[in-house]
C-alpha cells in the first residue's frame, strides 16, 4: 500500500523515526485495558515526555503503529504532535485512518494537509483502500475530489466506494454494510448507500 503523501517538496527521511516529546497518541486513543476514553490523555503519560509504563504497556498500545514514525517519506510537518492528528493504517482493512485531537477538531482542513490527504485517497483508492477521518465518533471519508460525512462509524461496520466510470467523470457509490455473526460465520448487510458524482478536483 501507498501511503506517502507526494508533492510536499520535502526530502524523505532516511530512517524510522523516534517519537521525541509525541505523545499524542495517547489522547487521541481510548485504552479499552484502563477504561481510557479517547480525547483525553492517559493516565500513565506525560505530555510531550512520554509513557511512564512503556515496558509494560497494555499489548494494544504496543502493538499501535504511527504511520508518520514508522513511513519514514512521509514530511515531517506529519509529525502528529504538529499535524494535531494521528494517521495508522487499520491492520485488518489496510485502510488509512486519521485521528484528530479533538482540541483543534479542524485541524485535518488546513493546508497543506488537507490537500495531500486528498492525494493520499487518489493514490490509495486504485488499490481498494480509503482515507478516514476521525475527529471523536464522526467520521468523514477522503476522495479524491471531495469529502463524505459518514457520521458515527462502529467497529462492526465496514465502507465500500466503488468509481462508476460515466459522463463529467462517473460517480461514486458508497455503501456501509454491518457486519453480523451468524451460526454459519460473519455476513454483512447493506445498512446505507449513497451516491456522489466525481467533481474536478480542488
Given at each position: 500500500?501507498?501511503?506517502v503523501?507526494?508533492?510536499?517538496?520535502?526530502?524523505?527521511v532516511?530512517?524510522?523515526?523516534?517519537?521525541?516529546?509525541c505523545?499524542?497518541?495517547?489522547?487521541?486513543?481510548?485504552?479499552?485495558?484502563?477504561?481510557?476514553?479517547?480525547?483525553?490523555?492517559?493516565?500513565?503519560?506525560?505530555?510531550?515526555l512520554?509513557?511512564?509504563?512503556?515496558?509494560?504497556?497494555?499489548?494494544?498500545?504496543?502493538?499501535?503503529?504511527?504511520?508518520?514514525?514508522?513511513?519514514?517519506?512521509?514530511?515531517?510537518?506529519?509529525?502528529?504532535?504538529?499535524?494535531?492528528?494521528?494517521?495508522?493504517?487499520?491492520?485488518?482493512?489496510?485502510?488509512?485512518?486519521?485521528?484528530?485531537?479533538?482540541?483543534?477538531?479542524?485541524?485535518?482542513?488546513r493546508?497543506?494537509?488537507?490537500?495531500?490527504?486528498?492525494?493520499?485517497?487518489?493514490?490509495?483508492?486504485?488499490?481498494?483502500?480509503?482515507?478516514?477521518?476521525?475527529?471523536?465518533?464522526?467520521?468523514?471519508?477522503?476522495?479524491?475530489?471531495?469529502?463524505?460525512?459518514?457520521?458515527?462509524?462502529?467497529?462492526?461496520?465496514?465502507?465500500?466506494?466503488?468509481?462508476?466510470?460515466?459522463?463529467?467523470?462517473?460517480?461514486?457509490?458508497?455503501?456501509?454494510?454491518?457486519?453480523?455473526?451468524?451460526?454459519?460465520?460473519?455476513?454483512?448487510?447493506?445498512?446505507?448507500?449513497?451516491?456522489?458524482?466525481?467533481r474536478?478536483?480542488?
Open positions: 500500500m501507498t501511503a503523501i507526494s508533492g510536499s517538496g520535502e526530502a524523505p532516511a530512517q524510522e523515526r523516534a517519537c521525541g516529546s505523545t499524542l497518541c495517547c489522547k487521541v486513543y481510548n485504552v479499552v485495558a484502563f477504561g481510557k476514553p479517547a480525547g483525553t490523555w492517559c493516565s500513565h503519560c506525560e505530555p510531550t512520554g509513557c511512564a509504563i512503556h515496558d509494560v504497556r497494555p499489548s494494544e498500545c504496543a502493538a499501535f503503529d504511527c504511520l508518520w514514525k514508522t513511513t519514514p517519506a512521509l514530511p515531517m510537518h506529519w509529525k502528529p504532535d504538529q499535524a494535531k492528528m494521528v494517521l495508522t493504517v487499520h491492520p485488518k482493512t489496510n485502510n488509512i485512518q486519521v485521528v484528530v485531537d479533538p482540541d483543534l477538531p479542524s485541524a485535518w482542513t493546508q497543506p494537509y488537507h490537500s495531500q490527504l486528498r492525494v493520499l485517497a487518489k493514490s490509495n483508492m486504485a488499490k481498494g483502500h480509503l482515507v478516514i477521518v476521525f475527529v471523536g465518533e464522526q467520521a468523514t471519508l477522503i476522495l479524491p475530489d471531495q469529502d463524505v460525512p459518514l457520521g458515527v462509524l462502529s467497529l462492526d461496520q465496514v465502507i465500500s466506494v466503488t468509481l462508476e466510470p460515466g459522463v463529467g467523470g462517473g460517480v461514486y457509490e458508497l455503501k456501509i454494510f454491518n457486519r453480523r455473526t451468524t451460526a454459519d460465520g460473519q455476513t454483512l448487510e447493506l445498512a446505507s448507500s449513497s451516491r456522489h458524482p466525481v474536478e478536483a480542488a
